[in-house]
Each structure stands twice: as structure tokens, then as C-alpha cells.
T-cell receptor, first 117, second 113 residues
Framework: DAGVIQSPRHEVTEMGQEVTLRCKPISGHNSLFWYRQTMMRGLELLIYFNNNVPIDDSGMPEDRFSAKMPNASFSTLKIQPSEPRDSAVYFC???????????????FGPGTRLTVL | GNSVTQMEGPVTLSEEAFLTINCTYTATGYPSLFWYVQYPGEGLQLLLKATKADDKGSNKGFEATYRKETTSFHLEKGSVQVSDSAVYFCALSEGGGADGLTFGKGTHLIIQP
């Protein structure tokens, strides 16, 4: 398996522009997670989906952030408009999290390094 | 809410030294505990896990024991190698991994030859 695929790997944009990050989970996995990593705050969960349905988006910092999962093999995280403080590494992870309280490993993608100037 | 506290480092050791990275947690329920490792330029990889009290997770010479009485999950290795240089994250999940993970800030480990 190719693992979790994220694109682009690096993105440099100017403040105010729209940014779209993409993720392809491992085939057969039904849970997908978006995390953000910064020096100041470490790794934070932004949102996660089970069976394409958003379950918990309480970590999404503000309305400028939105995430979708139109099908089991694709998800996007969009920032509009982007700001310099959004600069971070964004990770996508997936798991076969079919049952609560049954451990299922989360597999992480390589991340997208976003720089907003 | 849930939280994880770990020593941030950097921790610098000589090859073959003994390693301990402390991790303590706060959780409202009965979480599963994890250690993830991140090599430069890569995503996180699961290193080991423990899902109930007194469980010992182990992998690649690393070990950690789930201590409910002290709410701790310290990572240890008897003899580190240069290739162990990485950032190590302690994490918890109350859903066994089905829910999102709560991470510590990460500990940067540097092993010198």
C-alpha cells in the first residue's frame, strides 16, 4: 500500500489567498484525521471523519478553516483567507477505526508544510 | 479536558546510553496511551502502545509501561543508537484510537556517536 498521500508537500502563498490541502487515506480505512503542527502549540487535532461524516471539528481554529470528505478516498482542508499565523505543517492520518474502544492505529501522511507570507 | 506533558528537550545522549523520556497525562476517562516517533521530514510513526493499566508496550528495544496510579507512560531504552535520533511524541486517546489523539509537545532526541 502507498500509505496516506498528501499534496502538495510544500505550499507558499500570500496572505489572503485560498489554500487547499489534499489527502488520500489508505484504502479500506474509514476514519480520517487532520492535525496541525506548530512550534508553539505542538500537534493539534483539527477535525476527524468516520465513514466520510465529520465527527468532531472542535479543533478547527476559526471559520476560515473548512474540511470536506466527499468520498472514502479523498479529503480536503481549505483555508480562506489564509493568514501568516496559519503557517504550520498539516498532517492527515487514517485508521480502520470501525469500533470505538477497539484500538486501531492511525497512519500518518508525510505532511504539507504551509507558509503564508 | 485531556492533556499530555512530556519533557521537551532537546535531549542529547551518547551512543549506548540509557534513555528515559518522561510522559504524564490527564484524562477524564480511561485512555489508551501511545508513543509516536517522527524522523526528519517525515510523518509520525507509531512506536508502541498500551491500552490498559500495567500493560507494557515494546518495539525496537523501546519500552513503556502504563502506570495508572502515577498517570505516567515513560519511554525507556537500554542502549540508544545514532539512528534513534528523532522527535518522540507521547499521546493518548480515549476512544482507543478511533477518536483523535491528544499529543504532548514532543521531545527532540539527539544521539551522538
Amino acid at each position: 500500500d502507498a500509505g496516506v498521500i498528501q499534496s502538495p508537500r510544500h505550499e507558499v502563498t500570500e496572505m489572503g489567498q485560498e489554500v487547499t490541502l489534499r489527502c488520500k487515506p489508505i484504502s479500506g480505512h474509514n476514519s480520517l484525521f487532520w492535525y496541525r503542527q506548530t512550534m508553539m502549540r505542538g500537534l493539534e487535532l483539527l477535525i476527524y471523519f468516520n465513514n466520510n461524516v465529520p465527527i468532531d471539528d472542535s479543533g478547527m481554529p476559526e471559520d476560515r478553516f473548512s474540511a470536506k470528505m466527499p468520498n472514502a478516498s479523498f479529503s480536503t482542508l481549505k483555508i480562506q483567507p489564509s493568514e501568516p499565523r496559519d503557517s504550520a505543517v498539516y498532517f492527515c492520518a487514517s485508521s480502520s477505526g470501525a469500533r470505538r474502544f477497539s484500538y486501531n492505529e492511525q497512519f500518518f501522511g508525510p505532511g504539507t508544510r504551509l507558509t503564508v507570507l | 479536558g485531556n492533556s499530555v506533558t512530556q519533557m521537551e528537550g532537546p535531549v542529547t545522549l551518547s551512543e549506548e546510553a540509557f534513555l528515559t523520556i518522561n510522559c504524564t497525562y490527564t484524562a477524564t476517562g480511561y485512555p489508551s496511551l501511545f508513543w509516536y516517533v517522527q524522523y526528519p521530514g517525515e510523518g509520525l510513526q507509531l512506536l508502541l502502545k498500551a491500552t490498559k493499566a500495567d500493560d507494557k508496550g515494546s518495539n525496537k528495544g523501546f519500552e513503556a509501561t502504563y502506570r495508572k496510579e502515577t498517570t505516567s507512560f515513560h519511554l525507556e531504552k537500554g542502549s540508544v543508537q545514532v539512528s534513534d535520533s528523532a522527535v518522540y511524541f507521547c499521546a493518548l486517546s480515549e476512544g482507543g484510537g478511533a477518536d483523535g489523539l491528544t499529543f504532548g509537545k514532543g521531545t527532540h532526541l539527539i544521539i551522538q556517536p
